[in-house]
């Protein structure tokens, strides 16, 4: 009976002196890091660095369709109006009127959107040498830009 003791109380202790061995390393790593980094997490060094940083992360956008919705504009439309548009739901929806945070955050997020995909269609149009682009065309571009190539499913936070 004393030998099955012993044996459970020698595998409990190898056990305890795992576990605690493993926290001591992974509290030595965290602080080596801590103190070669200054602290913080390392910055990208150069724009490479930083744009493989940001490709990295999934992106988590609205659909394009759901931004014109919000902001209450059809196709075609001009940055002057997205413009104009937004200003006029930011203030609608701003605290000293009693609006909602979470409204704002929609209508930023579909001025988000919509800008970017502007400024995404004129960037093709340059390369491509073309002045404008139908609108379908530049849409399935600028969509394939931020589609997983395996899948084929639009990036998203898993």
């Given at each position: ?91 609608a929806n701003s605290d ?16 988000e959107r919509l800008n ?43």
């Open positions: 009976m004393a030998g099955k003791v012993a044996r459970v109380f020698k595998a409990a202790l190898q056990a305890g002196a795992i576990v605690v061995g493993r926290s001591l390393r992974s509290t030595l790593v965290g602080l080596y890091e801590s103190a070669t980094t200054g602290g913080a997490k390392r910055a990208p060094k150069s724009e490479s660095e930083a744009a493989a940083a940001a490709a990295s992360r999934p992106l988590k956008r609205i659909k394009r369709e759901e931004a014109l919705q919000i902001l209450d504009i059809e196709e075609p439309f001009d940055r002057e109006t997205l413009k104009e548009r937004y200003e006029k739901l930011m203030d000293k009127k009693g609006g909602s945070f979470y409204l704002q955050s929609k209508v930023f997020r579909a001025h970017q995909d502007m400024e995404d269609e004129e960037e093709l149009a340059k390369k491509t040498g073309e002045g404008e682009m139908e609108p379908i065309k530049a849409e399935e571009e600028v969509q394939a830009k931020y589609e997983d190539k395996e899948t084929s499913e639009p990036l998203s936070k898993k």
